[in-house]
């Protein structure tokens, strides 16, 4: 059973950062898709970013686009957002998901961690 475990997320003044991490229990995570997803409530949930496997390839939301990067460590099993300039309206709970490909609709992911609460303050 592959599991995802996220990590990094807190309450973080308008403007500062945060790190989020996922780290994948199943061996082979080198081979899948990464993706970051976040969900208000109420809301649906919405692609942040994703990385492919070898990690040279990255698709963004245009809202984040500039503020947010996504990177791996496949001798890890880890994938990180590094989030900078937040904004009250990136409070969400964030989670990570991996999948066979890069994409940014969420049945392309196969797998979910079970997400990390972000807040930014005004």
């Known amino acids: 059973q592959v599991q995802l475990v996220e990590s990094g997320g807190g309450l973080v003044q308008a403007g500062g950062s945060l790190r989020l991490s996922c780290v994948v229990s199943e061996r082979t995570f080198f081979t899948a898709t990464m993706g970051w997803f976040r969900q208000v409530v109420g809301k649906e949930r919405e692609f942040v970013a994703a990385i492919n496997r070898s990690g040279g390839s990255t698709l963004y939301a245009d809202s984040v686009k500039g503020r947010f990067t996504i990177s791996r460590d496949n001798a890890k099993n880890a994938v990180y957002l590094q989030m900078n300039s937040l904004t009250p309206e990136d409070t969400a709970v964030y989670y990570c998901?991996?999948?066979?490909?890069?994409?940014?609709?969420?049945?392309?992911?196969?797998?979910w961690g079970q997400g990390t609460q972000v807040t930014v303050s005004s």
């Open positions: 998901a991996a999948g066979p490909r890069p994409a940014t609709y969420i049945r392309a992911y196969d797998y």
